[in-house]
């Protein structure tokens, strides 16, 4: 077999390889042992049913931020504000689970999910018109908005929202039970999550590949200029992914205030949504990975607290592992990328 086409097979497979093996350089630095390590990741994630249906439960709202992130990571935009998003779909759920009290779940449940993608939407809006309008780039536009939306939280819970009995940071008053999404096990995990983020997993899947609309977007990220002279609307395109990415993001705060949680806290999002950003990354911007990256990082994380317990080492080793994760994909790169630039350098050839 020749060396070329070996390196191309396996060339995806070297930031994994290099990340496993920076962790074990790790592992043995700390002097903690990296099969007993390992071992605790995965009990953590699969070791029970309550475990296994927790790593489901974080996984469904990071899903829906990576899936919402494919649409404007095609239109080249970096929509930072996602856990904004996220946080405002949170709000909006909220707000129809404390003020419809005494309607029956047929009723709340999709009037909470409706308000949770419309706020999201129309947060996601703001950034994309001060993107279009302002001349303001998304990332500092998202990060300000993010902090509002954070700071928004802590205005309610302490303030309109708070609980009978005073005002805390904790968070609200417990939802009626009508208001939460129905739960499995009584765990955090609701079934009918899932339906929705394989529902948006198809849309979007479709959207990007077989229609107009993703074509668009495609020669939007590519080329704005030439996108512009082919009579695509940059500032509509733009406006528009953005508020189908927002969408998104806060169905997945509805999922987490309303499974993971049944009231509105502090810290709500969880960095859900700047780990949404990884996820989309690391897949290279492939649809087809984003549900099992997105798993992938659900499983390290909630395995990082056994890890945690069991060999004494902080759980943000997990995190430490996706991110290097991220960052030595970029760095390897694509290889057929590197492969024609090598042959550009090299006319000759």
């Not at 903690?32 to 995965?42: E, I, S």
């Not at 999002?269 to 700047?274: C, E, K, L, N, V």
């Given at each position: 077999?020749?060396?070329?086409?070996?390196?191309?097979?396996?060339w995806?497979?070297?930031p994994?390889?290099?990340?496993?093996a920076?962790?074990?350089a790790?592992?043995?630095?700390?002097?903690?042992?990296?099969?007993?390590?390992?071992?605790?990741?995965?009990?953590?994630?699969?070791g029970?049913?309550d475990?296994?249906?927790?790593?489901?439960?974080?996984?469904?709202?990071?899903a829906?931020?990576?899936?919402?992130?494919m649409?404007?990571?095609?239109?080249?935009?970096?929509?930072?504000?996602?856990?904004g998003?996220?946080?405002?779909?949170?709000?909006g759920?909220?707000?129809?689970?404390?003020?419809?009290?005494g309607?029956?779940?047929?009723?709340l449940?999709p009037?909470e999910?409706?308000?949770?993608?419309?706020?999201?939407?129309?947060?996601?809006?703001?950034s994309?018109?001060?993107k279009?309008?302002?001349?303001?780039?998304e990332?500092?536009?998202?990060?300000?908005?993010t902090n509002?939306a954070i700071?928004?939280?802590?205005?309610?819970i302490?303030?309109?929202?708070?609980p009978?009995?005073?005002?805390?940071?904790?968070?609200?008053q417990?939802?009626?039970?009508?208001?939460?999404?129905?739960?499995?096990?009584?765990?955090?995990?609701?079934?009918l999550?899932?339906?929705?983020?394989?529902?948006?997993?198809?849309?979007?899947?479709?959207?990007?590949?077989?229609?107009?609309?993703?074509?668009?977007l495609?020669a939007?990220?590519r080329?704005?200029?030439?996108?512009?002279?082919?009579?695509?609307?940059?500032?509509?395109?733009?406006?528009?992914?953005m508020?189908?990415?927002?969408a998104?993001a806060?169905?997945?705060?509805?999922?987490?205030?309303?499974?993971?949680?049944?009231?509105?806290?502090q810290?709500?999002?969880?960095?859900?949504?700047?780990?949404?950003l990884l996820v989309v990354?690391?897949?290279?911007?492939?649809?087809?990975?984003?549900?099992?990256?997105?798993?992938?990082?659900?499983?390290?994380l909630?395995?990082?607290?056994?890890?945690?317990?069991?060999?004494?080492?902080?759980?943000?080793?997990?995190g430490?592992?996706t991110?290097?994760?991220?960052?030595?994909?970029?760095?390897?790169?694509?290889?057929?990328?590197l492969r024609?630039?090598?042959?550009?350098?090299?006319?000759?050839?």
């Amino acid at each position: 077999m020749k060396v070329v086409p070996l390196l191309k097979r396996i060339w995806p497979l070297m930031p994994v390889l290099a990340s496993l093996a920076f962790i074990l350089a790790l592992l043995l630095i700390f002097g903690a042992d990296p099969a007993t390590a390992f071992q605790a990741l995965w009990q953590g994630a699969f070791g029970s049913r309550d475990r296994l249906l927790g790593t489901l439960a974080f996984w469904i709202p990071l899903a829906l931020c990576a899936i919402g992130l494919m649409l404007t990571f095609t239109a080249g935009l970096w929509n930072i504000g996602v856990e904004g998003q996220l946080i405002l779909g949170s709000i909006g759920a909220s707000w129809v689970a404390l003020n419809l009290k005494g309607q029956p779940a047929w009723v709340l449940i999709p009037l909470e999910l409706l308000a949770a993608m419309a706020a999201g939407a129309l947060w996601a809006a703001l950034s994309a018109l001060l993107k279009t309008r302002g001349k303001v780039h998304e990332i500092f536009s998202g990060l300000a908005l993010t902090n509002l939306a954070i700071i928004l939280t802590n205005y309610l819970i302490s303030g309109p929202w708070q609980p009978p009995e005073g005002g805390s940071f904790r968070g609200t008053q417990p939802f009626q039970e009508a208001a939460l999404l129905p739960r499995l096990f009584d765990s955090r995990f609701s079934p009918l999550s899932l339906v929705l983020m394989s529902i948006a997993l198809v849309i979007v899947a479709v959207l990007l590949g077989n229609t107009t609309w993703g074509l668009k977007l495609k020669a939007l990220g590519r080329n704005s200029r030439s996108a512009f002279l082919l009579g695509v609307s940059s500032e509509r395109e733009a406006v528009i992914a953005m508020m189908a990415c927002g969408a998104l993001a806060g169905l997945g705060g509805a999922v987490r205030v309303l499974s993971w949680f049944d009231s509105l806290r502090q810290s709500i999002s969880g960095g859900i949504g700047f780990l949404a950003l990884l996820v989309v990354m690391l897949s290279a911007y492939r649809m087809f990975w984003v549900p099992f990256v997105a798993f992938f990082f659900s499983a390290v994380l909630q395995g990082s607290i056994t890890l945690q317990l069991r060999t004494q080492l902080h759980s943000s080793l997990g995190g430490i592992l996706t991110g290097v994760l991220v960052l030595l994909t970029l760095l390897f790169g694509d290889y057929n990328h590197l492969r024609r630039l090598r042959k550009e350098s090299r006319p000759d050839e």
